[in-house]
């Protein structure tokens, strides 16, 4: 607060007006006095302060996630190993982290799917990034093991049955789902704790670390990085990203 008071003195007196090293305790008191009561009697200032510094650290940071995304962006867009769907093509890609376990991805699972429904230029990519215990993991490993195995449209039935299937996830509950989706569930099973399904996860992790990414969902979408479901959805994103590439 103190910090804050004094910019907005600095920010309001001429350089050549105010000398506070000059003033005598006296009037340092006097100084004090007046800027508090200027404040008591006019508190929206502070509150405009404390917004003109909240956007400005907003700004500073979707410039710093510009540049680090310009800067990773062939290892977000094409890493090799990420579900993609949508039109390959698309105007717009719009890239995911999820983790199954998350409830915020849980909201966020229909809003994706009707927007892939209802926008056909959209290119899009899930990344898998278990971080909330050892029931996102095994999921993950799951979802993994099964697009390593069965391919990608595999993969996407997991996915969506993830987001939609109550209760926990256990060995045993992945077992029933691989033979009821007709895979081989030892196979999968025996290959969620491969040296290829560990590789895909480690590199996912490494690559949210360099976003600086510690929650699920995080999109990335042209040069932004949301960091959790904007309250308007990621719609009015994708437009303005399309009106931004022309």
């Not at 996915?159 to 789902?177: A, C």
Request: hydrophobic share 45%.
């Amino acid at each position: 607060m103190k910090r804050l008071l004094a910019a907005l003195v600095l920010a309001a007196t001429p350089a050549a007006a105010l000398d506070l090293g000059a003033m005598d305790a006296t009037e340092q008191e006097q100084f004090n006095a007046a800027i508090r009561a200027y404040l008591l009697d006019n508190p929206e200032v502070l509150i405009e302060a404390m917004n003109v510094l909240e956007q400005r650290r907003l700004d500073n940071e979707a410039e710093n996630d510009s540049a680090v995304i310009a800067q990773l962006r062939d290892q977000i867009l094409n890493d090799g190993h990420s579900w993609q769907g949508g039109n390959p093509d698309g105007d717009v890609t719009v890239v995911e982290f999820i983790d199954y376990r998350c409830g915020v991805c849980r909201q966020a699972f229909p809003q994706v799917e009707q927007l892939l429904q209802d926008d056909k230029n959209i290119r899009m990519i899930f990344i898998e990034l278990p971080i909330l215990g050892q029931e996102s993991d095994l999921a993950s490993r799951f979802a993994v093991a099964v697009q390593q195995a069965e391919g990608p449209e595999a993969y996407k039935r997991v996915h969506d049955h993830f987001y939609t299937m109550r209760g926990n996830v256990t060995i045993e509950t992945l077992r029933e789902i691989a033979s009821e989706m007709g895979f081989d569930a030892d196979q999968i099973i025996g290959a969620m704790n491969s040296d290829a399904v560990t590789d895909v996860l480690r590199k996912n992790a490494q690559l949210a670390q360099a976003l600086q990414i510690s929650g699920t969902p995080s999109f990335v979408i042209g040069d932004r990085l949301l960091r959790g479901l904007p309250q308007g959805g990621i719609a009015p994103v994708i437009e303005q990203t399309r009106k931004e590439n022309g």
